[in-house]
């Protein structure tokens, strides 16, 4: 897998924490958004980001 950044690209750590942001702004429960989020990160993780 390729793991390059072009200079543009936003990391992906905090494209996760824009998304749970944007998600809890919309008002979302914070169960559905602590699961977006604990998801996330197990794909980050699994990803090795």
Avoid: C
């Avoid at 942001?21 to 604990?38: H, I, M, P, W």
């Amino acid at each position: 897998m390729n793991h390059r950044t072009s200079g543009s690209s936003l990391p992906i750590g905090k494209a996760i924490v824009g998304f749970i942001n944007f998600k809890s702004a919309e008002g979302l429960s914070a169960r559905t958004v602590d699961t977006y989020q604990r998801q996330l990160q197990q794909w980050q993780k699994y990803l090795k980001w």
